[in-house]
């Protein structure tokens, strides 16, 4: 049973304007979500996180929204840029009922943003 | 060199086959984690390494054997391997509990492995 999803296995955006890439999660424990974009060859590349006690955190282009109760979060980028072709993946981590911090991604949603 | 790297970069082997992929870090991190990534699936965490001691083994089978002879450097030996381990080996490291499991992991540029 996947804790953290990513529904959208893809997305299309023009360039200059916004995309939002979603992600949800059923573990109550985690408390740290992060961000990663991956461009094809190469290792995820971290891009943004947020603690849970913070519904938002910004980063020039990439803000990242956490909504615990809806155990929801969601990165919009803008304005998007070619250059943020990729594939985006959400991570958590939090439960440490094993003993160690461990991250859960999701399966990753490929943002294409056309020029 | 910086940041987290990986050799090699492809490797292709057979099922008899005895191979090793090697991942260093240049950050002054104090864990190491191996992941797996198959197609259309999440990154599955394999093994973590923290101050060279294994504290996670993430039912692995026995065929992945991994090693970690300092903070620095981690290898995953591969023997006998199936065609269903074919897959992306991602390495990444981080600062493994100085920040009450907040801490980010980087990655490496990962080893796509094809066995035959």
């Known amino acids: 049973d996947q804790q953290v999803k990513q529904n959208s296995p893809s997305l299309s955006v023009q360039e200059g304007r916004i995309s939002i890439l979603n992600c949800d999660y059923t573990n109550s424990m985690f408390d740290y979500f992060l961000w990663y974009k991956k461009y094809p060859a190469e290792g995820p590349t971290f891009l943004i996180s947020?603690?849970?006690?913070?519904d938002k955190n910004e980063d020039g282009r990439f803000t990242v929204f956490l909504n615990k109760s809806a155990k929801h979060l969601s990165l919009h980028i803008v304005p998007s840029q070619p250059g943020d072709s990729a594939v985006y993946f959400c991570a958590a981590s939090g439960d440490t009922t094993s003993g160690t911090y461990k991250y859960i991604f999701g399966t990753g949603t490929r943002l294409k943003v056309l020029a | 060199e910086t940041g987290v790297t990986q050799t090699p970069r492809h490797l292709v082997m057979g099922m008899t086959n005895k191979k090793s992929l090697k991942c260093e870090q240049h950050?002054?991190?104090?864990?190491m984690y191996w992941y797996k990534q198959s197609a259309k699936k999440p990154l599955e965490l394999m093994f973590v390494?923290?101050?060279?001691?294994?504290?996670e083994n993430n039912s692995v089978p026995s065929r992945f054997s991994p090693e970690c002879p300092n903070s620095s450097h981690l290898f995953l030996h591969l023997h006998t391997l199936q065609p269903e381990d074919s897959a992306l080996y991602l390495c990444a490291s981080s600062n493994e509990g100085l920040a009450g499991g907040q801490e980010t992991q980087y990655f490496g540029p990962g080893t796509r492995l094809l066995v035959l």
């Open positions: 950050l002054g991190h104090n864990a």
């Open positions: 947020i603690s849970s006690i913070k």
């Open positions: 390494y923290n101050f060279k001691e294994q504290t």
